[in-house]
Nanobody
Framework: QVQLVESGGGLVQAGGSLRLSCAVS??????YGWFRQAPGQEREFVAAISWSGDSRDYADSMKGRFSISRANAENTVNLQMNSLKPEDTAVYYC????????????????????WGQGTQVTVSS
Protein backbone atom coordinates (compact mmCIF):
# COMPACT_ATOMS: atom_id res chain seq x y z
CA GLN A 1 0.00 0.00 0.00
CA VAL A 2 0.97 3.57 -0.61
CA GLN A 3 -0.22 6.55 1.41
CA LEU A 4 -0.17 10.04 -0.05
CA VAL A 5 -0.88 13.21 1.91
CA GLU A 6 -0.94 16.60 0.17
CA SER A 7 -0.28 19.94 1.81
CA GLY A 8 0.51 23.51 0.85
CA GLY A 9 -2.72 24.62 -0.75
CA GLY A 10 -4.36 27.92 0.03
CA LEU A 11 -5.54 31.26 -1.28
CA VAL A 12 -3.20 33.32 -3.45
CA GLN A 13 -3.57 36.32 -5.74
CA ALA A 14 -3.14 36.01 -9.47
CA GLY A 15 0.53 36.12 -10.39
CA GLY A 16 1.55 34.61 -7.09
CA SER A 17 3.17 31.29 -6.23
CA LEU A 18 2.43 28.23 -4.15
CA ARG A 19 4.41 25.09 -3.38
CA LEU A 20 2.45 21.90 -2.91
CA SER A 21 3.96 18.91 -1.18
CA CYS A 22 2.92 15.26 -1.21
CA ALA A 23 4.23 13.12 1.65
CA VAL A 24 4.71 9.54 0.51
CA SER A 25 4.74 6.52 2.79
CA UNK A 26 4.43 2.79 2.32
CA UNK A 27 5.67 0.97 -0.77
CA UNK A 28 7.87 2.81 -3.25
CA UNK A 29 6.11 3.67 -6.49
CA UNK A 30 7.69 4.09 -9.91
CA UNK A 31 5.75 7.14 -11.08
CA TYR A 32 4.19 10.03 -9.22
CA GLY A 33 1.79 12.57 -10.62
CA TRP A 34 -0.15 15.69 -9.79
CA PHE A 35 -3.66 16.15 -11.08
CA ARG A 36 -6.30 18.78 -10.45
CA GLN A 37 -10.05 19.02 -10.54
CA ALA A 38 -12.10 22.18 -10.72
CA PRO A 39 -15.81 22.21 -9.78
CA GLY A 40 -17.93 20.62 -12.48
CA GLN A 41 -14.91 19.51 -14.49
CA GLU A 42 -13.05 16.28 -14.99
CA ARG A 43 -9.81 15.59 -13.20
CA GLU A 44 -6.92 16.68 -15.41
CA PHE A 45 -3.22 15.99 -15.59
CA VAL A 46 -0.77 18.56 -14.26
CA ALA A 47 2.66 16.94 -14.07
CA ALA A 48 4.41 13.62 -13.48
CA ILE A 49 7.85 12.48 -12.35
CA SER A 50 9.72 9.20 -12.19
CA TRP A 51 10.81 7.68 -8.89
CA SER A 52 14.40 8.65 -9.66
CA GLY A 53 13.41 12.19 -10.59
CA ASP A 54 15.19 11.91 -13.93
CA SER A 55 12.04 12.00 -16.06
CA ARG A 56 9.30 14.62 -15.97
CA ASP A 57 6.27 15.52 -18.01
CA TYR A 58 3.84 18.43 -17.89
CA ALA A 59 0.50 19.36 -19.31
CA ASP A 60 1.01 21.96 -22.03
CA SER A 61 -0.76 24.72 -20.11
CA MET A 62 1.55 24.26 -17.11
CA LYS A 63 4.88 24.17 -18.94
CA GLY A 64 7.09 27.03 -17.88
CA ARG A 65 4.94 27.87 -14.85
CA PHE A 66 4.88 24.65 -12.83
CA SER A 67 7.78 22.47 -11.75
CA ILE A 68 7.58 18.97 -10.26
CA SER A 69 10.37 17.51 -8.14
CA ARG A 70 11.16 14.75 -5.72
CA ALA A 71 12.92 15.12 -2.40
CA ASN A 72 14.19 11.65 -1.62
CA ALA A 73 15.45 12.47 1.85
CA GLU A 74 12.01 13.68 2.89
CA ASN A 75 10.18 11.22 0.63
CA THR A 76 8.01 13.94 -0.86
CA VAL A 77 6.84 14.91 -4.32
CA ASN A 78 6.60 18.66 -4.71
CA LEU A 79 4.85 20.95 -7.15
CA GLN A 80 6.11 24.51 -7.44
CA MET A 81 3.46 26.69 -9.05
CA ASN A 82 4.38 30.15 -10.31
CA SER A 83 2.49 32.86 -12.20
CA LEU A 84 -0.78 31.45 -10.97
CA LYS A 85 -3.99 32.33 -12.76
CA PRO A 86 -7.62 32.23 -11.57
CA GLU A 87 -8.16 29.27 -13.90
CA ASP A 88 -5.64 27.30 -11.85
CA THR A 89 -8.19 27.20 -9.04
CA ALA A 90 -8.92 23.55 -8.25
CA VAL A 91 -8.37 20.73 -5.83
CA TYR A 92 -4.90 19.33 -6.48
CA TYR A 93 -4.28 15.62 -6.03
CA CYS A 94 -1.10 13.61 -5.70
CA UNK A 95 -1.10 10.15 -7.27
CA UNK A 96 1.21 7.17 -7.57
CA UNK A 97 1.46 4.09 -9.74
CA UNK A 98 3.66 1.01 -9.85
CA UNK A 99 4.37 1.14 -13.62
CA UNK A 100 7.66 2.82 -14.59
CA UNK A 101 7.58 6.28 -16.11
CA UNK A 102 9.06 5.14 -19.45
CA UNK A 103 6.06 2.89 -20.17
CA UNK A 104 4.01 6.00 -20.90
CA UNK A 105 0.49 7.04 -20.04
CA UNK A 106 1.61 9.27 -17.16
CA UNK A 107 -1.13 11.78 -17.93
CA UNK A 108 -4.02 9.35 -17.60
CA UNK A 109 -5.90 9.24 -14.31
CA UNK A 110 -6.76 5.55 -14.67
CA UNK A 111 -3.06 4.68 -14.78
CA UNK A 112 -2.67 5.55 -11.11
CA UNK A 113 -3.41 3.15 -8.29
CA UNK A 114 -3.10 5.45 -5.30
CA TRP A 115 -4.47 8.93 -4.60
CA GLY A 116 -4.22 11.48 -1.86
CA GLN A 117 -7.18 13.36 -0.41
CA GLY A 118 -6.39 16.57 -2.27
CA THR A 119 -5.54 20.13 -1.30
CA GLN A 120 -7.50 23.21 -2.36
CA VAL A 121 -5.79 25.93 -4.37
CA THR A 122 -7.72 29.14 -4.92
CA VAL A 123 -6.34 31.95 -7.10
CA SER A 124 -8.10 35.27 -6.82
CA SER A 125 -8.15 37.82 -9.63
Amino acid sequence: QVQLVESGGGLVQAGGSLRLSCAVSGRTSSTYGWFRQAPGQEREFVAAISWSGDSRDYADSMKGRFSISRANAENTVNLQMNSLKPEDTAVYYCAARARPFYTGGVGRTYEYNYWGQGTQVTVSS
